[in-house]
């Protein structure tokens, strides 16, 4: 496994596409990942495993939503 630096915000702008079509459309899902955050140190890959079953999760945990 590779530890290196990450940027969260491109990270979260590169699976912007991907979250979005995890979840159903009627749930509403808004990206705001400030401006000049540093960078962590981790595996890029593992930290997009991790952002997608967060996701995931959480649309499970809100059901159903009425259109």
Do not use: F, H, K, Y
Not at 3 to 12: G, K, N, T
Not at 22 to 50: C, F, K, T
């Amino acid at each position: 496994m590779t530890v290196e630096p990450v940027d969260l915000r491109e990270l979260a702008g590169e699976m912007a596409t991907l979250l979005r079509a995890s979840v159903p459309r009627q749930i509403e899902l808004s990206l705001n990942v400030p401006e000049g955050l540093p960078p962590v140190s981790g595996n890029a890959g593992r930290l997009r495993q991790v952002v997608l079953n967060l996701l995931t999760n959480a649309a499970d945990a809100i059901g159903d939503v009425p259109a």
